[in-house]
């Protein structure tokens, strides 16, 4: 066999052996983001090339895992698989290439202290369970409101300077820019909002204004900085209650007192 | 669950199936073979030379067999790893079932020990340390084993969540009626006296199945975190075995999150958010990007007064009638824990303030108490966190109802299980908590449980029976 066949094996080895270790730990915590990167390299290295149409609009999650795929452009299969062995490695998850042995499977000693050294909760013998992630249309675009929701009032102010927003404009679920600021707790942008002109009182599918949204995510600044810029709180949503009704009495004393 | 984004494919390849139906086989074939090797051996044997046997013929079968991965033969088909069997060195020496093996008979799977062929000196520990029972009356024992459990009990380091257990709440674990202080058992640092390990046993009646058992259920195994590298686990595991030995009993009982030789039954824990603001801020759960704070805290908001006619506290006139009810209802399960005595439900049941809570059903015309529900407080510290010190939770223990229709039932269950989420909420429980056993699946959707991400795998020592699924499983362990 020569050297660079020699390589390859190798390679390809470490490659399946981290895939193989990822696929076994599904409960693992990598970001979206990364995940993404590793689906794409995986592509390349398996099939090559991005080879199939862009999934449509509504398909966020095709269509971001296309990209990520397609982003790779026309690189080689071996670096595809270089990129991969290098994301798993990095993400410090109990994985690395030096723990592929011969055979190209994990080295596994017998040891169950050693085994301990990554933490996917079912290899524990007692752990807290806490909620599965959830992490449906967990993908955002880079509108105006992916821009609010992530708190990037450099962003905000830029699309809102350029003029081709109605301030006022809702999104697919019925919420305004002023919505998700008051949502997501950005204080300098719902003011940057209040003060390019959006309207305070403006009323969501469901009737809720800017200032229930406050209130029931409990981000008490922005409900003070509403309620100092004269918003109506006699406003009943659609299960008829006031933002203040629905926050109870202690938040509403914090929200009105000096 | 989590897509496969790491390929797009989650199928096993056709070799890797075959393969692993050739282990199987392989497995079964061994089987046969050592059973045919023990049935022609010498009729008479001490027990002692049995189980030496018996040892020395799995270590062979171990051997023999190159199983990287035994198939987990569940039905609930989660992809939960299975260890390497030979990295089970330990459980391949104790009276478990194996994985992969084909169960045909209940029943024990070694004979009981006569008394005077039980050891009768305590397994030697490393020598830096000694063994130590615990006298959990003793209010500063009781903070040693509070504080070891703390910081210990949840393993890694990494971990965002631990149990807080109070002391309240472990001397209500650890000493029910007839409990055995024998069976509280630490291990100190001889130099220091300091409390290093602990684990437990409690008397217990169950049933699996039709057999019903006097028996000992195992929980807080527990090794101080530096000394993880000292193998004290299985010494304390066979320490509590002798210990129940001589007391004449030779079955458990425990629970653990990790798969071991081999799980009875697997369940999995469900959450039910009752403060959905704090559980985000705490990374109990989390927001996906797209859905506004608002709508999540809305979709969770409880009435703030239950709807059940005639719902009231437990009270310890009620113990009779709910024993009753409790009994009856655990008979359509085929793993249960069974309550003898009126004390038992003293006991376990009735309302103890911050440790455990019950209400029952009274039925306004005829004075009768038709359903009840407990749940037990368990609550978390969070790890890192600059805003929150603790996740209040409870967890759902037993409950009955009367209502033999099944769709009555369901729709009763889920009124009184509201009821009990209305109540954890005023008590100011951040987060209410079940195991998809029991009937629970009749109400996790209807009340918004989401999916945890653990897994709580049912073991049972020296017996042999067939797997079943988690709605068959009516044993709440703490």
Redesign the interface.
């Known amino acids: 066999m020569s050297d660079t066949d020699d390589n390859l094996d190798t390679l390809s080895k470490q490659f399946v052996s981290a ?1 193989k270790f ?6 693992i915590n990598i970001s979206n983001d990364v ?2 990167q ?2 794409g390299a ?2 390349v290295a ?1 099939i090559g090339a991005c080879n199939t149409p862009r999934p449509s609009l509504l398909d966020f ?1 095709g269509r971001a ?1 296309w990209d990520a795929w397609n982003e790779l452009g026309g690189i080689s299969k071996e670096a595809a698989m270089n990129i991969y062995i290098e994301k798993v490695e990095a993400e410090n998850v109990g994985w690395n290439k030096n723990s592929v042995d011969e055979d190209g ?1 994990e080295v ?1 000693d ?4 050693k ?2 050294s990554y ?22 675009g880079d509108d105006i409101f992916a821009h609010v ?2 708190g990037e009032y450099n962003e905000v102010s830029k699309i809102l300077d350029s003029g081709e927003v109605d301030i006022n404009a809702k999104d697919d ?1 019925g ?1 305004s820019p002023l ?2 600021a008051c ?2 707790g950005h204080l300098e942008i719902v003011k940057l909002l209040i003060e390019r002109g959006a309207n305070v009182n403006l009323l969501t599918s469901e009737d ?1 204004t800017p200032l ?2 406050a209130c ?3 981000n008490i600044e922005c409900a003070r900085y509403l309620y100092r810029n004269n918003v109506d709180i006699s406003i009943k949503d659609a ?1 008829g209650l006031t933002a203040f009704e629905h926050c109870g009495d202690e938040f509403k004393q914090l929200i009105i007192q000096d | ?8 494919e ?1 199928e096993s390849s056709p070799a890797e199936k075959l393969r692993a139906k050739q282990e199987k086989k392989n497995l079964r074939k061994a089987q046969k073979k050592a059973a045919k090797n023990s049935s022609s051996s010498a009729p008479v044997m001490s027990p002692a030379a049995k189980q030496a046997e018996l040892q020395e013929k799995v270590r062979i079968l171990v051997n023999q067999l190159a199983i ?1 991965e035994a198939m987990q033969p569940s039905s609930t088909g989660n ?3 299975v ?2 069997m ?2 089970h ?1 330990f459980w391949s020496t104790q009276p478990v079932p194996k994985h992969g093996e084909t169960i045909e008979e209940e029943g024990p799977i070694e004979e009981n020990t006569p008394h005077d062929q039980i050891r009768k000196e305590p397994y030697t520990l490393p020598k830096e340390f000694e063994w130590s029972t615990l006298e959990l009356n003793d209010e500063s024992e009781l903070n040693e084993l509070y504080t070891l459990l703390t910081n210990n ?4 380091d ?6 807080d257990y109070s002391g309240e709440f472990l001397k209500w674990a650890l000493q029910p009626p007839g409990y055995k202080k024998t069976w509280h058992v630490g291990v100190r640092v001889s130099a220091t006296k300091r409390l290093v390990a602990f684990v437990s046993g409690i008397p217990a009646d169950i049933r699996i199945y039709n057999s019903r058992q006097h028996l000992v259920e195992i929980n807080f ?1 527990c090794v101080h975190k530096k000394l ?2 000292k193998r004290l686990a299985p010494v304390l595991i066979k320490e509590i075995t002798r210990r129940s030995h001589l007391e004449g009993i030779f079955q458990a009982v425990y629970t ?4 071991l030789p081999r799980p009875i039954s697997k369940a999995r ?1 469900f ?1 039910r ?1 009752l403060n959905p ?1 704090k ?1 985000i801020d705490t ?4 927001l ?7 709508r999540h ?2 979709k969770y908001k409880l009435p703030s007064e239950t709807s059940t006619p005639g719902i009231r506290p437990m009270l310890e006139k009620d113990v009779p009638a709910v024993r009753v009810l409790l009994n009856k209802y655990m008979s359509k399960f085929n793993f249960v824990a069974v309550f003898k005595t009126d004390e038992d439900v003293k006991h376990w049941i009735l309302t103890k303030e911050n440790v455990i809570w019950s209400y029952v059903v009274e039925n306004p015309d005829t004075k009768k108490v038709t359903d009840f529900f407990s749940f037990y407080y368990l609550p ?1 510290s969070v790890i890192g966190n600059p805003n929150h010190k603790t996740v209040n939770a409870v967890y759902l223990f037993y409950y009955a109802v009367q209502e033999s229709d099944e769709k009555a039932r369901k729709s009763r269950l889920q009124f009184l299980l509201k009821d009990a989420l209305i109540l954890a909420k005023l008590k100011d429980v951040d987060v209410f ?1 079940c195991l998809d056993i029991l009937e629970n699946k009749m109400f996790i959707d209807e009340l918004k449980f ?6 709580l795998n049912y073991y049972m020592y020296n017996w042999r029976c067939r797997e079943m699924g988690s709605e068959d499983v009516g044993v709440v362990m703490l």
């Open positions: 895939y990822l696929n076994k730990h599904p409960n995940k993404l590793l689906y995986y592509k398996t999650r895992k499977s596994n017998g040891d169950d202290e085994e301990k933490s996917a909760p079912q290899d524990r013998w007692t752990y807290v369970s806490t909620l599965s992630y959830e992490n449906e249309d967990d993908l955002i929701k992530q679920q919420l919505h998700w949502d997501r809720e229930h949204y029931l995510s409990e299960d | 669950m989590d897509d496969q984004i790491y390929d797009g989650s990287r992809s939960q790893r260890k390497d030979s990295s060195k009990y949840v393993e890694d990494d971990a965002m969540f631990r149990f195994l993880r590298s653990a999150g990790v798969v824990y959450h958010s603001k559980l990374k109990f759960s989390s996906p990007s797209n859905t506004p704070m608002t805290v809305k978390s908590n989401g999916p945890g991400d653990g897994y």
